[in-house]
């Protein structure tokens, strides 16, 4: 058996016990967890300076090597986080729904762990800790696939966890690191119906694609957001100029920072110089065409393509449109179905927006950047879906789990 | 542009006005197509008659054929079946969740269409109306692929129902039906991302396993089912008996139905030779093994292979085990997570069977042949889905839907 196949299978099993556990008992073994990461940081900073060599040796650029690095400041932070997953309430056990039904049988549905998850990532050990706990707080075996850049550091965390586990009532066998770097082990993951029950990638769009292509596990996909800020002709103008700004530059290297933005033409003609100097004076390059530049005529030209381009930077389409509906139909054409704002004192139009906008997130007189499991108040996130199914948008705790109609009754044969 | 990228392009603009219609406006089309059902009946009896001919050319089973034919009375039942989704409530614009966050923004989790939905299925066409407005109901656009023995029938039940459309607030192109019979049109429906937002298979297994193979849109994977019965040493033999038999041969063609009967082998011992007797006089084959042969010998033997089989048929594995973890063994290597029946009037033994169970729906005395969205009270159904995403067990409108997050602020930024 492959490396995959064995880790899978003990993760399946490990599942069955995780099943039967009570949430103090799953608690517990989250803060043995949290205190092996302070106790044992000198073995995973050790671990993470390897990765940090090879990652040097290799060129890596310095922000990736910022994102990679551990510190004990960074381990505690970790740690802290999993201390804060331990005190949100459980889901599992839940009852979402009671029936009683006139022949006597009583259905329960209740949450139940999902089983099995696979999470496929890039470069960030955090991550690794992040999964791992909230998959198992609710219930479910973890079968972690990292990236190469970080191959040591999650041996070394990984394996920490698993001493710590080993103390607890989840059995170690719940978590799994797949240390096999080449690619085919990811494409192995991807075809594992049987044995994960889902797969979840983390990362860039090409590491996304690859997954949403070939899985036939299912997949909840995350990530990818073209985000687009509309602000309307009845627009409030500082208003206007501080959710813009804050759409780009606060992080725009993330998912639901904003990449065009649109304007109402009569909202443009009187202050689109004064927008674009703001901009300007933060370092982002504009991009338009049309009235826009007829405006601003030291913006760059915009190409459909640059409109349908995820820049995660410090680079703003801007489009001047007639009308909302100009807007909407541009949001159609290239949004992702991420994040979407409009900045507008006419409730008619923000209604029509927060309506006809296909998207996990519609914001009136809000800034996109707070699509966010933290800032939507749910204590945690495994990650953003884009996608329609199971959930969508910010993912808190309740989205690693299924349901199960339990049915009780007395004898009940059906005629 | 093919036949299917020309269809659901069309079905993808018609889900935008959809999406704007009230419950009533919805309704009302739905009306329309009702009662067009009837009035038209006479070109779909005829289309159907075309189907039926070249069935028997092709020396289809009469079983086949009685499934595939209609009649006055048959559509009455449907047309019928198209006025109780009227009076179902619709999901859409359901809040499922309020958040008031302490920087003053406003987030509601908001019921939506889920958008274009792809149905791929086999010969009955009553699953042509009942998917059409099931999936108009809430909101959705949808594309059908029904098999080719049903061709005729289906032109022509879409056709009519088109027609009353074009009468009604929902674009005729909210409805399309695939006519192209060749497998590639499933194909590729399969992989168009971006125009279908799901694909729901129905029919065999076969069909159901080349969309999950082979689906890039997500898929909610419907259908096998190898559902056990467990009677323990504490069930009443009446019960037991009631259920076992109900559960097998009510119906043995659906996936609700029994193909394994796990008996404890006190049970086993005392009771197995009636219960055997009452199975024979049913017309249904027995295949055991060890302990079940001994007690009736005249039993055929079972293989693996066997218990691994969803036989939808009047055949039954019969299987003493030594106590309820043997069963839980069994159910947990042979099961396919649909629904599992215990027969005990021990409630630790029923408590822990519906908690370590991994399936759809679990039972404590009463048939499985109730995992059925009517049966529980949900007035509709699109399906029995056995996978854990987004939908588990019979799936009523709601799972018909996805969700948006609506959140309104007055100039709220990140900080």
Redesign the interface.
Known sequence: MSEVVTKASAAKEAA?VL??LTTEEKNEALLLMADALIVEQDRILAANEEDLVRGRELGTSSSLLDRLKLTPARLADIADAVKQIVDLPDPVGDVLET?H?PNG?F?EKKR?P??VIGMIYEARPNVTVDAATLCLKTGNSVVLRGGSAAISSNRSIVSVLREALSRSAIPADALQLIEDSNRSSVDEMLKL?GLL??IIPRGGASLIQNV??NA?V????TGAGICHTYVDDSA?YS?AE??A??AKV?RPSVCNSMETLLLHETFARKYLNAIADKFQEAQVELRGSGIARDIVPWMNTVSDEDYATEYNDYILNIKVVKDLDEALNHI?RFGTKHSECIVTETDAH?ERF???V??????????T???DGF???FGAEIGIST????A???MGLPALT??????????????
Chains 1, 2 share one sequence.
Do not use: C
């Not at 996608?387 to 199971?390: A, D, I, P, R, S």
């Open positions: 069955a099943n039967r029936i039904r049988l259905i139940v999902l089983g119906n029950d889902v949403v292509q036939t299912p997949v909840i996909e409030d208003m501080s959710i700004l804050n606060q159609h923000a927060l309506q006809e296909d998207a996990a997130a519609v914001y009136h007189n809000a800034s950047r707070f699509t800032e939507f108040g996608q329609k199914l199971h969508r948008g910010p299924s349901t199960k109609y339990r049915v009780v009754g007395s004898g009940q044969i059906r005629s």
